[in-house]
């Protein structure tokens, strides 16, 4: 039996990288999956994937950032199903600089998607939530949550808030019967680490570093997420669980 069927998930960032594995996951899986994401044709990219295998999903062009756009994609889940059961907070962005030279500029940014467009989604959403009786929010942050890497000072500390988030939200909606999660991954090629990874000595160094001996795929975190989502994990919540080839427990 489809592990989410009939389930109403929502998913930001989902045109691309992780959010578009989870999708296509969520809809093999039997959800309904709302594909949110700033860059129109990437959504629709990611719904006609999952149309193509014969699954369910509406692309919603929002920018997480922005409070109408947040509004009107709650809007539009409320006019369609009355309800949301999966909520996953995905949509991330990072830059690399030394934290003696964060602008304020890029500090806010970052800030603003990462982490505080999380808590006005997860928030906002909570009406849509309650009326399931059994949903969840999964929050994705990273290793670097627990370990920092040089040059993502900024990065580091809003995936770390969202843990801390994610705790503090499990505590408080479980009294919705809301569970409240986040992932940990560590490296996979997607769109945003194609830069750095496209230099085979820090592709060699990081890989060497793994103790399985691989980056993450897309895949790896769209099942543990799905896990998160599904009611296997029931009792679970305010737990974080890394995806990482044991990369951060290895000296
Ligand atoms: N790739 C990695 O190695 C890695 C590791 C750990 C955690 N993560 C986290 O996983 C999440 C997904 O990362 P990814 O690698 O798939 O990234 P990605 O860049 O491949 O995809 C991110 C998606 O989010 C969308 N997006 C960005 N800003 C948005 C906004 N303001 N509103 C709506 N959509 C927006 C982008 O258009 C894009 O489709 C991020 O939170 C990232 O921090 C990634």
């Known amino acids: 039996m489809p592990r989410l069927e009939n389930k109403i998930a929502l998913i930001t960032g989902a045109g691309g990288g992780f959010g578009r594995a989870m999708a296509e996951e969520f809809a093999r899986q039997g959800a309904h999956v709302f594909i949110c994401d700033r860059d129109e ?40 199903f009355g309800r949301l059961d999966v909520l996953v907070n995905n949509a991330g962005i990072t830059q690399r ?18 982490l505080t467009a999380a808590m006005r989604l997860s928030r906002d959403a909570l009406g849509l939530l309650r009326v399931s009786g059994r949903s969840s929010i999964t929050n994705i942050s990273s ?13 580091s500390t809003t995936k770390a808030a ?35 990874l496209r230099n085979e000595a820090v592709r060699k160094g ?22 998160l989502a599904s009611d296997e994990a029931a009792f679970i919540t305010g737990e974080g669980l890394t995806i990482d080839g044991g990369m951060s427990v290895s000296l």
Request: aromatic residues 8%; hydrophobic residues 45%; contains cysteine.
């Open 97 to 114: 600089e030394d934290f003696r030279h964060i602008s304020d500029e890029h500090w806010q940014e970052i800030l603003d998607v990462n």
């Open 206 to 227: 990081l890989i060497d570093r793994t103790p399985l001996g691989r980056f993450a795929s897309p895949g790896d975190i769209a099942k543990a997420a799905l896990f």
């Open 41 to 80: 044709a990437s959504a629709d990219e990611t719904a006609q994937a999952i149309a193509n295998e014969g699954g369910a999903a509406a692309p919603v062009r929002a920018d997480v950032r922005d409070k109408g756009d947040v509004a009107s994609l709650l809007s539009r889940v409320e006019k369609d």
């Open 162 to 196: 969202l843990a801390g988030m994610s705790r503090a939200m499990a505590v408080e909606y479980a009294a919705f019967n809301v569970r409240v999660n986040y992932l940990c991954p560590g490296y996979a090629e997607t769109a945003m680490t194609d830069r750095i």
């Open 143 to 155: 290793i670097m949550a627990r370990v920092h890497v040089r040059q993502l000072s900024a990065y």
